[in-house]
């Protein structure tokens, strides 16, 4: 076949990826192809300029005896190829339609020679709506006839009008296979990229939650299970006891451990989940959760509100949760205030209480008997990428301060207003 229209080639593999495979069940058809593509209609209208070209040149050179042989073979391979086109694109087997077009060709341009340049559409045609054997057998009769009908054409004495189309079919047929082997190596990389994306998220969320299913755990370690063992050595002790005065104080210390193991899991509960916190207005809602603990606790807002990503929305009321509840066990304050500040790439939080105070440096590590508190709200706040701080000294309340930096891209929590 003639070689210039080689350079469509690659562009044509591209658009068209893997040839589907009416007929035959070694290569599936591509799904969701789209409709015509550029190259497709370059191919098709390519193949209707060259057909009506052909068909005038050789209406002029020849007798119309000769013509109406001819117009009726161009006529069917024009309807034939029109036919194996549309199959093609809905994916539809057209293998008998195939063969027809080929076999309607070959005699076609073996008769007329001028037709050899329609050649390469139905080469590309063939590699598209066949697959497998199916499709180098269809490629290779089209060259074929086209190097017959060329080598006729020269009165048999140009070798190259025989061995040209057959050499470039050959090689149009090992450019198109290696850019199908590409294509289809790089949807297969491609899928493997997709897959690993999604075990490496799957693997973080397990990660996720193995690590708070530790955390929970620790808290109920630390808590409710040393209350409880606590509280059935008190009791069992008061029965061995019972009826002196010191079952009598056995049983009241008991009591009195067990309702602070039930406040101590109540609040456990409670950070694990806040129901009507989440749906309203971040404002409310930090106020909703240090009033659960403060009831006289006030707010103030200072900056425009506006929507926070959700992890830091949720940071921030359980960094409320945590400080409010401190103030209530600990600080016996007389007031508490809220404030929550909306910066342009930052959102402050500070709680202050004007309660007995501590001395930070000189706060109990974490044990069984509480300090979880502020090493926690600690954790929560940095994170997230932001800063955490207490200020406090013995008789001058205290002052539990964060900043959390806010995307400039303004990823909103769902759902959630500001």
Known sequence: MPTRASARTPDDAIVEGPAPSPGTDSAPTAPGRAPLAGIDIAVHLGFAVLLVASLVRYVMRHSPADNLMVLGLAAAACLLYAVVAVLARRGRPGVPWMVALVAVWAVLVVAAPSFAWCSFALFFLSRSAL???????????????????????????????LLGPLAVG???????????????????????????????????????????????????????????????????????????????????????????????????????????????????????????????????????????????????????????????????????????????????????????????????????????????????????GGTFSVQSAPGEGTIVAAQLPVPSDGHRAQGTPA
């Open 131 to 161: 697959a497998g054997a199916a499709a180098y057998t269809a490629a290779g009769v089209t060259a074929a006839a086209t190097a017959a009908g060329l080598f006729r054409m020269s009165n048999g004495t140009d070798l190259a009008m």
């Open 170 to 384: 050959v090689m149009l047929t090992l450019i198109y296979d290696r850019i199908q082997h590409d294509a289809g190596e790089q949807r297969r990389l491609h899928a493997e990229v997709s897959l690993a994306q999604g075990q490496l998220a799957a693997s973080e969320r397990r990660a996720g939650t193995i690590a708070e299913r530790e955390r929970v755990s620790r808290e109920i370690h630390d808590t409710v299970t040393q209350g409880l063992a606590s509280s059935l050595l008190l009791l069992e002790a008061s029965g061995r006891s019972w009826p002196h005065d010191s079952a009598r104080a056995g049983l009241l210390e008991a009591t009195a451990l067990l309702r602070n193991n039930l406040a101590e899991t109540r609040a456990l509960v409670h950070e694990l989940a806040s129901p009507g916190l989440e749906g309203s207005p971040l404002p409310d809602a930090l106020l909703l959760a240090a009033r659960q603990y403060v009831p006289e606790a006030r707010l103030l807002v200072t900056g425009e509100p506006r929507p926070v990503p959700a992890e830091l929305r949720h940071a921030l009321l359980r960094v409320v949760q945590s400080a409010a509840s401190n103030i209530r066990l600990h600080a016996s304050a007389a007031a508490a205030a809220v404030t929550i500040g909306f910066l342009p790439e930052a959102v402050t939080l500070d709680i202050y209480d004007d309660g007995a105070g501590f001395d930070p440096a000189a706060a109990a590590a974490p044990s069984d008997a509480g300090g979880y508190g502020l090493r926690a709200m600690r954790q929560r706040v940095e994170q997230l």
